[in-house]
T-cell receptor
């Protein structure tokens, strides 16, 4: 079993829909990162969380440390949100990331 | 200029050839990492370095070597490339809290 599991693996939505991507992990962590990878390949950091909730524009990330679960929400989705979203957890020592397999999101106009 | 620059962006090489992927950063971070990404799989750690004199193997270091020439430069070498090393390679830096990734090098070994 992978230490970091994401669901769904693939997601297709219509423009304007509310989207949720889930991440569960089985190890102790010091923080959790949400990353975005566009079709061109580059990876951009969206959020870093150690507790609670963060919001940036239409993106919201939450984490429940007790349940070892995080969610990334996209409100009013747009075709430009189409990308692969990656969850990664930072170990307790704070020096390593373990990555989920990614969720491929396609938002249709 | 990008904070983390990888060169080349794309490379096609033949089996058995030696190839070097380069990474340079302007973030001033001590920690640098090389990852490999295969379709449908999470990024896997190849090597990492927390200092110019510190080099450590990651999960999948076999067939790879690295050199930390300076705080800002961390190179990955494939001594004798093989087709199953075809992948997308990422360099990343960290200050121990946040991470910054390069744009990736798409390597094809034929």
């Amino acid at each position: 079993k992978n230490e970091v599991e994401q669901s769904p693996q693939n997601l297709t939505a219509q423009e304007g829909e509310f989207i949720t991507i889930n991440c569960s992990y089985s190890v102790g962590i010091s923080a959790l990162h949400w990353l975005q990878q566009h079709p061109g390949g580059g990876i951009v950091s969206l959020f870093m969380l150690s507790s609670g909730k963060k919001k940036h524009g239409r993106l919201i990330a939450t984490i429940n440390i007790q349940e070892k679960h995080s969610s990334l929400h996209i409100t009013a989705s747009h075709p430009r949100d189409s990308a692969v979203y990656i969850c990664a957890v930072r170990n307790n020592a704070g020096n390593m990331l373990t990555f989920g397999g990614g969720t491929r999101l396609m938002v249709k106009p | 200029d990008a904070d983390v620059t990888q060169t080349p962006r794309n490379r096609i090489t033949k089996t058995g050839k030696r190839i070097m992927l380069e990474c340079s950063q302007t973030k001033g971070h001590d920690r640098m990492y090389w990852y490999r990404q295969d379709p449908g799989l999470g990024l896997q750690l190849i090597y990492y370095s927390f200092d110019v004199k510190d080099i450590n193997k990651g999960e999948i270091s076999d067939g790879y070597s690295v050199s930390r020439q300076a705080q800002a430069k961390f190179s990955l070498s494939l001594e004798s490339a093989i087709p199953n090393q075809t992948a997308l390679y990422f360099c990343a830096t960290s200050d121990g809290i946040g991470y910054t990734f390069g744009s990736g090098t798409r390597l094809t070994v034929v």
